[in-house]
């Protein structure tokens, strides 16, 4: 380890993770944007269902490298090639997330609040949402820990945050920098979990109560 | 319990089903949950048990008042009007609707629970705030301690309670309870009908109440409905008319062969005749007590306190020679029997107990008379009751009993 690299380059270490939590960031919200969408034609009709767990389902098993590999001809090396690829990682586990949160909601639920005279809309973000939340945050945690992992691979594209302070410290053989990466990307993930966790209970003080 | 919480507001509606059919294309006939042509009317209110076994369409009768299920063919009509031609959620939110699961909302308290209809009509948070905890008060659950807790932290019989005070929080004229007591055990269950009564006493609901239990239909029912499988009416009427003349042999069947005991429970003990003892206090004299004891046909002389209150029965063979009575010469007591027990209660308790005179008192302990097997067994016959000691093999005087007979 060497400490006055660590000590000179603050600077460049502050950039890149600031950058890689621009980059997960922007692919979860956009991802969970998307999903929402999704979630909810399947939540109008089921007959969405099957079509777009498909199309998550292919887009989730590309390679990651190969996505890139695919993308950089039509995008080229820009955050966009980044961002299409980190998002469509993040389809997959958001929209099953909310589609089955939703799909949880207990029946006698359900058939109280329409009996009381919700209307469809007024159920959903009075009672199916607020009771999804577990779900959705359970998807949330999964998504944004593999996404802050994935940013990784885009420092082979230009992009990478930390990956790219790891990659250049591959190239100039400086393990420190190669280490600083590492340990600050896994720091990320381990912090980023935290919260959500800690939104999550914020947001469902309900589902502690015993 | 009339003016708690301002609960009585709303006079009941009228609710009239005109040939109501709902039918599923999954077959002709005999779909579980079927209804088929069912016609009755129900006077503002009453309470209204639909009854029958299960697939007999009564939960889909009822979930066609509040239209979650329309009905294929027929009218219902609630004061007269068509609930077809009203808004769906207005309708909704205008009746109580009561589910044996329950349906709180998890993620609310219980206060924010009993208030959602109250916030899908605009009320202010301060008069929610202040109906809510009304409405826990009249169904028996402290405002302060349940307001701020959720669904998951009470019983069974608590959450029940919850969902009979939402169901009311609008005043509505209208109550539907989708068999609100199935799901909680029988002592709670029976705790929560007599207290659903008592409510009802002051809040002179319409309520149209399913279950599939014949003995909940006839305790709860002003009128019953009894359904058979294929939803067709196969009854309607009081629980006495339905207990004493079955319509046909599915009636019969399905009310049981105990019928005549279900009658029972029916009546109060109160509504009886009651036969009258003599009273003597402690400190009276033998000789007068001798006396009293000689001019009336039943064995015992009651002993009571200076309210009236029953302290035991002296046998008139051991009225001490001479001296004043005494508390400690009253042998151990018969039951005491509340005035609004039911028949069926009170013959139960004389039957598990040595003696079989039941001594009715009333709120306050005061000794209104006296209730025996026999008095009851009559009624089962279909005879009026009779009075002490007809038949009785140690009656003092043969005279006597034959004029107190019938």
Known sequence: MNWEWIAGNLGQIVDATVDHIVLTGIAVGVGFALS????????????????????????????????????????????????????SYTLLILTRSIVSGLDGVPADVVEAADGMGFTPRGRLARVDFPLAVPLIVAGLRIATVT?????????????GGLGNLMLRGFNFRNYTA?????????????VADAVLIWLGRLATPWSRAR | MTGAGGAAGSPGATVEFERVTKRYDRAAAGVPGAVNDLSFHVPAGRICVLVGPSGCG??????????????????????????????????????????QQVGLFPHLTIGENVAVVLRLLGWSSERQRERAEALLQLVGLEPATYRDRFPSQLSGGERQRVGVARAIAADPPLMLMDEP???????????????????????????LFVTHDIDEAIKMGDLVAVMRVGGRLAQFGTPEEILSAPADDFVARFVG?????????????????????????????????????????????????????????????RLPADGALDADMAT???????RRA?????????????VQVGIVVDRRGTTLGIVTVEMIADLLRGGDPVVWPRGAPDAATPGTAEAAGS
């Open chain 2, 342 to 354: 039911t028949l069926k209660d009170a013959l139960s308790l004389l039957l598990d107990s040595d």
């Open chain 1, 147 to 159: 996404t802050i992992g994935l940013v990784m691979v885009t420092a082979l594209i230009g992009e």
């Open chain 2, 257 to 317: 062969v105990d019928r005549g005991l279900k009658r029972l429970s029916l009546r109060r003990v109160g509504d009886l005749e009651l036969q009258q003892v003599v009273h003597v206090r402690p400190g009276t004299e033998a000789a007068e007590a001798r006396g009293l004891a000689e001019a009336d046909p039943f064995p015992y002389l009651l002993l009571v306190d200076e309210g009236d209150r029953p302290i035991g029965w002296i046998p008139d063979d």
């Open chain 2, 181 to 207: 007591f199935g799901a909680v055990d029988p002592i709670v269950r029976e705790r929560l009908q007599n207290e659903l009564l008592r409510l009802q006493e002051g809040l002179a609901k319409t309520i």
């Open chain 2, 58 to 99: 009564k939960t889909t009768s009822l979930k066609m008042v509040n239209r979650l299920i329309e009905p294929t063919a027929g009218r219902i009509l609630l004061d007269g009007v068509d609930v077809t031609t009203k808004d769906v959620t207005e309708l909704r939110r205008g009746i109580g609707y009561v589910i």
């Open chain 1, 178 to 190: 190669v280490y600083v990466g590492a340990i600050v990307t896994v720091a990320l993930a381990v």
């Open chain 2, 332 to 338: 151990p007591m018969s039951p005491l029997l509340d």
């Open chain 1, 36 to 87: 929402l969408v999704f979630a909810m034609l399947i939540y109008r009709d089921r007959r969405w269902y099957s079509p777009i767990s498909g199309l998550t389902g292919v887009l989730y098993t590309i390679p990651s490298l190969a996505l890139f590999a695919m993308l950089v001809p039509i995008t080229g090396l820009t955050l966009v090639t980044a961002e299409i690829g980190l998002v």
